[in-house]
């Protein structure tokens, strides 16, 4: 987390001839205050002393002569005025000088505070008014709780600053109209792989000086060259999860005489918004497709029964014709996978609902994988190993056998696709701070989907093997978005990885929901 700069440039530009700034008419009206303190102090504390120790002995000649007239002989009465008089002349300097010293150090702290108080109103929240050796007195205590006053005004304004930035939704980086670089939010150091804390004070282009940002640099190179606004500027970058697309647009920031003194890149990752839009695209698609589905599974269930019991009972009538019982096998087996088929469109399109309890998931993973293992449609090839890795997690609340029919799903397309000598690791973990933070990992080596495809494995009737109805993964889908979760597939450098994220809800949460 960083903050915007909140010291503006000392740089106030010429001001027009017979006009004078806010900051200056201040300083012309505040300076001649400082001189007055400081005056009267260094004059009015020694004269005052003075003043006293004068009268002070002066009352004490008049009751010595009062006491001693007549008494003591005149001439020692002569020579007690005149040391008397040296006396009090010396008590009279010391006074002065105690009351100049006394008056100076009072003076220094409130003209220092007033000094710093000044700078602070025109925006420099760095300077302090205690001296590095200030006194343990009343006056270096009064200092330091100004000092104490700036820096908690300083911590609230940068929470603030803190705030602005992190309510961006896209990222956001100002500079100066140097190009030094004076505020990063956390978006923009995710997207553009930077560290704010190295990058703050340093020219924006060296910190963009990595190739994969030369798109995003050359943006900001040219808005504060040309000094003018850049509106909706795409540009691609090389980013942590790929390739991404920005939307890119630039501003300066102005002061209240409408002078600029810095420059601001907000951007949008468009990366985000296009999934956003193809999950949206899709479910769209697939909610028609579900009800185009639903009827037509409805259509073909009714005369597919009436033809398979046709079959049966002409089956009877054939058992002396061994060829033509055949035939009626091989169409009562058809009619079953055709049945088969019908039922997994309309569990696809119709899905069960179920009522979600609290469970163990990382049971279910377990129960599913053994499932898996003893699959007739699952055979691992020689010297495949499978792995399981269990984090441990809160209670889900989901639909268990909902659950185990997707993950079975996952796992033994993993099974198939995964050739000899190959692995299939299975994983459970939790992730913080995410809105899905349930997951189900599952991948495989030695395969892989090519790029064009992974969009569509999840749509009904797609697939690129030989046999299957291409509804597992479609099926599977339906059922994580029924939970509130989605699954997501990607290629990795040896296999392809599958992953399950669920959220976590209470009982409360469901019925509310």
């Known amino acids: 987390m960083v903050e915007i700069s909140h010291t503006p440039p000392t ?63 005149e001439i020692y009465i002569s020579s007690f005025a005149r040391e008397w008089l040296a006396v009090l ?152 999860s790929g390739r991404q697309r920005l939307s890119v647009n630039t501003n300066y920031m102005r002061d209240e005489t ?72 091989i169409i009562i087996r058809e009619a079953d996978r055709l049945d088969e088929l019908v039922r997994e469109v309309q569990e696809y399109a119709q899905p069960v609902s179920t009522s979600p309890e609290p469970a163990d998931l990382n049971q279910v993973v377990r129960e599913t994988l053994l499932l898996a293992r003893n699959n007739p449609k699952a055979t691992m090839q020689d010297g495949v190993t499978m792995t399981e890795e269990y984090a441990e997690l809160p209670a889900a609340l989901i639909s268990a056998d909902r659950i185990r029919q997707a993950l079975l799903n996952l796992v033994v397309n993993a099974i198939q696709a995964t050739p000899p000598g190959g692995q299939i690791r299975v994983k459970t973990a939790l992730v913080a701070d995410e809105s899905l933070p349930l997951r189900v990992v599952v991948s495989n080596t030695g395969s892989s989907i090519a ?14 093997k030989d046999q299957g109805s291409g509804l597992g993964l479609a099926v599977a889908y339906q059922i994580m978005r029924h939970h509130g979760g989605d699954i997501v597939a990607e290629n990795d450098p040896d296999g392809v990885t599958f992953t399950i994220r669920l959220p976590i809800k209470t009982l409360e949460e469901d019925k509310g929901s």
């Open 11 to 73: 740089d106030k530009g010429p001001q027009p001839a017979g006009e004078t700034s806010p900051a200056r008419l201040e300083h012309v009206r505040t300076e001649p205050s400082r001189e007055g303190i400081r005056v009267r102090l260094l004059i009015a504390l020694p004269v005052m002393l003075i003043l006293i120790i004068a009268l002070f002995g002066g009352l004490i000649y008049q009751i010595v002569i009062w006491q001693f007239s007549g008494i003591v002989p």
């Open 89 to 240: 002349a010396g008590f009279i300097f010391l006074s002065a000088l105690v009351g100049f010293y006394v008056a100076w150090s009072v003076t220094m702290p409130i003209r220092r505070i007033i000094s710093v108080s000044a700078k602070v109103a025109e925006g420099d929240f760095s300077v302090k008014a205690a001296l590095p050796t200030a006194e343990a007195s009343e006056m270096g205590a009064l200092t330091q709780s100004f000092d104490q006053m700036i820096e908690s005004l300083n911590r609230f304004i940068a929470m603030r600053n803190r705030i602005i930035l992190e309510s961006f939704t896209g990222g956001l980086l100002t500079t100066d109209m140097h190009g030094t670089v004076t505020a990063v939010n956390s978006a923009a150091e995710k997207t553009l792989s930077i560290s704010a804390a190295e990058a703050i004070g340093k020219p924006a282009v060296n910190i963009l000086r990595n190739p994969s940002l030369d798109a995003f640099r050359k943006v900001v190179e040219e808005a504060l060259w040309k000094r003018e606004p850049i509106v909706t500027r795409r540009v691609e970058i090389d980013g942590p």
């Open 258 to 329: 409408g002078r600029i003194f810095g420059l601001i890149v907000n951007f949008r990752n468009l990366s985000e918004l296009e999934h956003f839009y193809e999950q949206m695209n899709r479910t769209e698609r697939l909610a028609t497709l579900g009800t185009f589905s639903a009827g037509l599974a409805h259509e073909i269930r009714n005369p597919l029964g009436s033809i398979k019991g046709i079959t049966q009972l002409l089956a009877e009538d054939l058992r002396d014709n061994p060829t033509s019982l055949e035939y009626t096998r």
């Open 451 to 464: 790029p064009e495809n992974l969009q569509r494995i999840f749509e009904p009737f797609f697939t690129t």
